[in-house]
């Protein structure tokens, strides 16, 4: 089993993480120059795809017309969450729009359908 990381905080707290292989603390506090750059990285990486540098995460989509359109749009951002390239909480909030677009869409459609069912009756 792998050793506790040995930091301490000022606090007098130890860090309950378990400490990286070769090494005596963990990911979070390794002083180790190789293991600080590898850490930089993962938050100038982090960084990024939290907040997307402003950059659109699909830049050519549109907004769907048609369910199947609603159903391409969510296939295509499921796979782009599966594959790390999107955050969750943009997939969630795409679901749902998806959702409502096709609630919304079908309210519309079965509406028309009474009207003209109404105007057959009346006709």
């Not at 606090?11 to 506090?29: N, V």
């Not at 390794?30 to 830049?59: C, H, L, Q, Y």
């Not at 594959?83 to 519309?108: M, N, P, Q, W, Y």
């Amino acid at each position: 089993m792998p050793a506790q990381c040995d930091f301490v905080s000022s606090t007098g707290i130890q860090c309950r993480s378990f400490a990286i292989k070769k090494d005596t603390r963990c990911f979070s506090h390794s002083e180790k120059p190789d293991v600080i750059e590898r850490r930089t990285k993962a938050r100038v990486k982090g960084g990024f795809n939290a907040r997307s540098n402003g950059k659109a995460i699909m830049p050519n989509a549109q907004p769907p017309q048609t369910i199947k359109e609603a159903e391409t749009l969510l296939a295509n951002v499921t796979a782009k969450l599966l594959r790390g390239e999107i955050d969750v909480k943009v997939a969630s909030v795409v679901s749902k729009l998806c959702r409502d677009f096709t609630r919304v869409h079908k309210d519309g459609h079965l509406e028309r359908e009474i009207e003209e069912l109404k105007q057959k009756l009346v006709s």
